[in-house]
Each structure stands twice: as structure tokens, then as C-alpha cells.
């Protein structure tokens, strides 16, 4: 069996709204192995979102422990999770969140930030291993909903993380395109990355090597 790239132990996100706490992680434990597809299921304000950005370090739990790729997160200041998130963490959203203004492959260099010279020839490889080589000068409005996450999925493999999390990565497009979609993590999951990807359509889900189902803050089974 693979390591374990994503270990949680009793982690508990809890947002306060005026009087009222809102438990949106409720004492979550799992590890996910390197290498895996897993999917994480669940009713919306299940609390997918929530473990999400708290595994991509966007957020902080309340309480509990997180560990991603042999670091514990909350040892970790701002600046520091910030470099650990760019070397460690691609995501892809359901929005896409592509920059209107710029061209795919601008977009695509996005996140290499001081880098963009010198990884120009992996973001054309990365569009043409999304099947968009032919679109690298086209701006988002020019391409399909489809289209759009391939490029923020060769987006968020620029800097070659070994982990993508993925929020409802289909949400937005029709059944036969985010089909296509959940075909393109599963090749890169051949390849050794690892894939969380979020979602409320257990039709998305089944794809997965692994479903981890959440309800009401907690997992339910997998
Ligand atoms: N910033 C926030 N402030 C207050 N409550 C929040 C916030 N974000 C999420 N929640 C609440 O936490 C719960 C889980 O939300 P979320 O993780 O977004 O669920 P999901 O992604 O499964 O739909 C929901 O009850 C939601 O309303
Ligand atoms: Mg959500």
C-alpha cells in the first residue's frame, strides 16, 4: 500500500454566526494514499467545500490535525503555507476562475508566478495533454464551458504538484463533457497524482477509485 498523502485527525471547522455556532466539519479522521482518485460525496452544505479548502490550505480548522505531504499545517505560518500550497496543491473549481483578459496559455502560467519565462514550453505542453494545443491564443469567452476546464486543469498542474483538488469540477458543464472531464483526472491519477475531487452527483462520483461520503460535518463511510 502507498503512503498516506493526506492525513485528518478529529478536524472540526466551526464558523460562528452571531449566536449560533455552525459545526461545518464535526471531528472528520481519514487519510487518502498517494496516487489515488477519490471522490468526496455529499449533499450540499455537507461541509465538501469546507475540508477542501482546509486540505488545500486556503483555510485553517478550528481544531484537529492536518497533514499534507509529510507537513503539519498548523506548524505552518502564513507565507510559508502560502509556498507549500504553490509547490504542493493544484486546483480547479467550478467556475473555472479563468482571467478573462488573458489567453489560455497566459492563464495556464497563471499560478508560476516569477517562473513564467522559463515554464512557457510546459504550459504549451500541458495544453496540448488537455487536447487544447489548438486554442493556446484563445481567450476564455472564446471556448466552451468544457473547453474552460481543461485549460484551469493544465492551469493547476504548471507547477507540477503531486495533488489536484477539484470543487465540483463538473458542476457547470453538461454530462457527456464532465465525462470527459473525470477521464482526465483518471489519466492523471495513472500518472501518480493524486485527485480529490467534490462533489454533490454520486453520477461524478462513481468514477472514483475511492468515494468518501460526508454528511452534516462528519464521514459517513469510505
Ligand atoms: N464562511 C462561512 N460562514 C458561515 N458558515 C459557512 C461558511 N462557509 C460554509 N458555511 C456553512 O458550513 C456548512 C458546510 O458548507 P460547505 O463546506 O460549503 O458545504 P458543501 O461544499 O458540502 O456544500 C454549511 O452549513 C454552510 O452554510
Ligand atoms: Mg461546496
Known amino acids: 500500500m502507498s503512503e498516506a498523502i493526506i492525513r485528518m485527525k478529529d478536524v472540526r471547522k466551526t464558523y460562528r454566526l452571531g449566536k449560533v455556532d455552525i459545526h461545518a466539519l464535526d471531528g472528520v479522521t481519514l487519510e487518502i494514499q498517494s496516487g489515488c482518485f477519490t471522490s468526496i460525496a455529499g449533499a450540499s452544505g455537507a461541509g465538501k467545500s469546507?475540508?477542501?479548502?482546509?486540505?488545500?490550505?486556503?483555510?485553517?480548522?478550528t481544531s484537529g490535525e492536518v497533514h499534507v505531504n509529510?507537513?503539519?499545517?498548523?506548524?505552518?505560518?502564513?507565507?510559508?503555507?502560502?509556498?507549500?500550497?504553490?509547490?504542493?496543491?493544484?486546483?480547479?473549481?467550478?467556475?473555472?476562475?479563468?482571467?478573462?483578459?488573458?489567453?489560455?496559455?497566459?492563464?495556464?502560467?497563471?499560478?508560476?508566478?516569477?517562473?513564467?519565462?522559463?515554464?512557457?514550453?510546459?504550459?504549451?505542453?500541458?495544453?496540448?495533454?488537455?487536447?487544447?494545443s489548438h486554442r493556446t491564443e484563445h481567450h476564455p469567452n472564446e471556448m466552451s464551458g468544457g473547453e474552460r476546464q481543461r485549460v484551469a486543469i493544465a492551469r493547476a498542474l504548471i507547477n507540477d504538484p503531486p495533488m489536484i483538488l477539484a470543487d465540483e469540477p463538473t458542476g457547470n458543464l453538461d454530462s457527456q463533457t464532465g465525462k470527459e472531464i473525470i477521464d482526465l483526472f483518471r489519466t492523471?491519477?495513472?500518472?501518480g497524482k493524486t485527485i480529490v475531487l467534490v462533489t454533490h452527483e454520486k453520477d461524478v462520483a462513481r468514477f472514483a477509485d475511492r468515494i468518501i461520503t460526508v454528511k452534516d460535518?462528519?464521514?459517513?463511510?469510505g
Open 50 to 61: 469546507t475540508m477542501l479548502h482546509i486540505l488545500g490550505c486556503l483555510d485553517h480548522a
Open 70 to 132: 509529510g507537513r503539519n499545517l498548523s506548524e505552518m505560518g502564513d507565507s510559508e503555507l502560502t509556498a507549500f500550497r504553490k509547490r504542493n496543491i493544484g486546483f480547479v473549481f467550478q467556475f473555472f476562475n479563468l482571467i478573462p483578459t488573458l489567453t489560455a496559455r497566459e492563464n495556464v502560467l497563471m499560478p508560476a508566478m516569477f517562473d513564467r519565462e522559463k515554464k512557457a514550453e510546459k504550459a504549451d505542453e500541458l495544453l496540448k495533454m488537455v487536447g487544447m
Open 188 to 191: 492523471l491519477s495513472g500518472e
Open 217 to 221: 460535518g462528519k464521514v459517513l463511510d
